[in-house]
């Protein structure tokens, strides 16, 4: 069993076969449940996120980038 269950949407559902295809897909990370009877206390957490800066991501790609980023840390808590 995983602790972590990913989703991942692709923008399109198909390609070309032989040629070079670009593919954007929205990928969602959910923890599971913590088990009865196991301690509440949580373990330490090592969380980088990495946002793409570059001309391809600038207007609503980066602001959605930088709106998802924020909406990770609103999650966490001390």
Known sequence: MTNVRLDMLPHCFAVMADSYTEMHV???AQAH???EGRSTER???N???V???SGSMSGV???E???SASYVLDQLDS
């Open 65 to 67: 980038a930088k709106r």
């Open 26 to 28: 929205l990928v969602r």
């Open 33 to 35: 449940s913590r088990p």
């Open 61 to 63: 790609p980066l602001e």
């Open 43 to 45: 373990l330490p957490l």
């Open 51 to 53: 946002l793409d800066r």
């Open 47 to 49: 969380l980088a996120m």
